[in-house]
């Protein structure tokens, strides 16, 4: 099947720092990619749709100028935290819909983030 | 908006029990269902879906049937293994809405020897 990749898996940086999370497609192409934010023991929060060569597009409350999505490619989108915070610590997950009529999404293996 | 409820757990089996968990959603329209699972240090991996009213997904042993009438995909398994543990997460989407996935909280699930 469709495998999505993140990197890194997980972080660890200092508050104020900005961190890069990328996730890729690596046998398809996705012109849109999702990203989403869990929080621990709870559900998986839409953050965000990738679109590729165009501007994404925010869920609301989520703040687009903190959480800055980049897809120049298509298969590669970015997520980077800018002036992280203790607070923005999180699971967060990518996903790509598998293309054609299916309706399938496939799923990063989430990056772990700690802000100190 | 579109939302998913579903029973919390953790839920706690022994091994060759009988599962259900459950899930209702609330949408207008009518979306496509699935249940994900997300083994331990792993990402989420679709389980199995069902995109119509009466349509039954299945797959490893388990099974979900789309019930208009009761808005509600409640996952089942007859006969669950310790490799069944795991987290549980019930969902939708619309067909021509970017395929944005509305989650459940879901539901951890522990089966024990």
């Known amino acids: 099947g469709a495998v999505v990749s993140q990197h890194p898996s997980w972080v660890i940086c200092k508050s104020g720092t900005s961190v890069k999370i990328e996730c890729r497609s690596l046998d398809f192409q996705a012109t849109t990619m999702f990203w989403y934010r869990q929080f621990p023991k709870q559900s998986l929060m839409l953050m965000a749709t990738?679109?590729?060569?165009?501007?994404?597009?925010?869920e609301q409350g989520v703040e687009k100028d903190k959480f800055l999505i980049n897809h120049a490619s298509l298969t590669l989108s970015t997520l980077t935290v800018t002036s992280a915070h203790p607070e923005d610590s999180s699971f967060y997950i990518c996903?790509?819909?598998?293309?054609?009529?299916?309706?399938?999404?496939?799923f990063g293996p989430g990056t772990r983030l700690t802000v100190l | 908006g579109d939302s998913v409820t579903q029973m919390e757990g953790p839920v706690t089996l022994s091994e060759e029990a009988f599962l259900t968990i459950n899930c209702t959603y609330t949408?207008?329209?009518?979306?496509?269902l699935f249940w994900y699972v997300q083994y331990p240090g792993e990402g989420l991996q679709l389980l199995l879906k069902?995109?119509?009213?009466?349509d039954k997904g299945s797959n490893k042993g388990f099974e979900a049937t789309y019930r208009k009438e009761t808005t509600s995909f409640h996952l089942e398994k007859g006969s669950v293994q310790v490799s069944d543990s795991a987290v549980y997460f019930c969902a939708l989407s619309f067909t021509g809405g970017g395929n944005k996935l509305t989650f459940g909280t879901g539901t951890q699930l522990k089966v024990e020897l």
């Open positions: 949408a207008t329209g009518y979306p496509s």
């Open positions: 990738s679109n590729e060569g165009s501007k994404a597009t925010y």
């Open positions: 996903s790509a819909p598998g293309g054609g009529l299916t309706d399938t999404q496939y």
């Open positions: 069902a995109t119509k009213a009466d």
